[in-house]
T-cell receptor
């Protein structure tokens, strides 16, 4: 099955700093999503981004499908950005496969 | 996005007992997904629940241990049977939604299960 690797596994930032999280995947996909799990366990869908670039406020994401990676950018980080960021991929269409999650990047933003 | 209500939010159970987790969605959805997140780990899909048919289980998960019901298009339950401490995890219900092609996955708030 598809393998998903996320880096770095852990990241500590000072409030206001920028960061880049990476997701590598082992096969062609047509579905890629980024999630944020806050310290209380709630999972929030940040982006659906199988290719291209999207931005939402201080967050943006880019997926280069041909090179099998995606990047999540966090600018001007805030303490509320703390938590775990997951990348998940799948091939959906004929012969759907379930979303496979990476192990996540644990982000701690300190004031 | 869909609003997903999951309960209980947490429970502490004794070894050998069973717990049923409920998931209610505010709109009709074809597929509902149940995930498990063991402490400090990523998410693993347990099964996909389709209304009107038996759930489809992923490798390593069996119906006897995790029976699922899907009586209608807005509701599903997952039962964790004959629990052991290894079943201590967060269990999450999820559905597909999105602006045009139901391409995004949305999650309930999860059920934190501790087995003593």
């Amino acid at each position: 099955g598809i393998q998903v690797e996320q880096s770095p596994p852990d990241l500590i930032l000072q409030e206001g700093a920028n960061s880049t999280l990476r997701c590598n995947f082992s096969d062609s996909v047509n579905n890629l999503q980024w999630f944020h799990q806050n310290p209380w366990g709630q999972l929030i869908n940040l982006f659906y981004i199988p290719s291209g670039t999207k931005q939402n406020g201080r967050l943006s994401a880019t997926t280069v499908a041909t090179e099998r990676y995606s990047l999540l950018y966090i600018s001007s980080s805030q303490t509320t950005d703390s938590g775990v960021y997951f990348c998940a991929v799948a091939v959906w269409g004929s012969g759907n496969t379930p979303l496979v999650f990476g192990k996540g990047t644990r982000l701690s933003v300190i004031a | 996005s869909a609003v997903i209500s999951q309960k209980p939010s947490r429970d502490i159970c004794q070894r050998g007992t069973s717990l049923t987790i409920q998931c209610q969605v505010d709109s009709q959805v074809t597929m509902m997904f149940w995930y498990r997140q063991q402490p400090g780990q990523s998410l693993t899909l347990i099964a996909t629940a389709n209304q009107g048919s038996e759930a489809t289980y992923e490798s390593g998960f069996v119906i006897d241990k995790f029976p699922i019901s899907r009586p209608n298009l807005t509701f599903s339950t997952l039962t964790v049977s004959n629990m052991s401490p290894e079943d201590s995890s967060i269990y999450l219900c999820s559905v597909l939604g999105g602006s045009w092609a139901n391409e995004k996955l949305f999650f309930g708030s999860g059920t934190q299960l501790s087995v003593l």
